[in-house]
């Protein structure tokens, strides 16, 4: 059985999440997308709370893809 690698990337308006194995093959993906809020002009602001529920759902995503996946690192 191989054991696998779980990547996080948290950019400006998506989290994406990869699950590798230890050579580098991809055995899923996911992303989730959260919103970029402007209250007023040339403001720019983003919801900690929005970053961790759609790491939450990229991440289960993940997990459903490749449930018997064993974890090495994260």
Known sequence: M???LLSID???SAVKALL?????V???????EY???????DFAEQAPEAW?????GAVREV???????ELAAI
Do not use: D
């Open 10 to 12: 948290l950019g400006t």
């Open 35 to 41: 919103s970029i809020e402007q209250p007023q002009p």
């Open 63 to 69: 997990i459903a893809q490749a449930p018997h996946a």
């Open 2 to 4: 191989s054991t696998y």
């Open 20 to 24: 590798t194995t230890t050579e580098g």
């Open 52 to 56: 961790w529920r759609a790491i939450g």
């Open 26 to 32: 991809v055995a899923a993906s996911a992303f989730a």
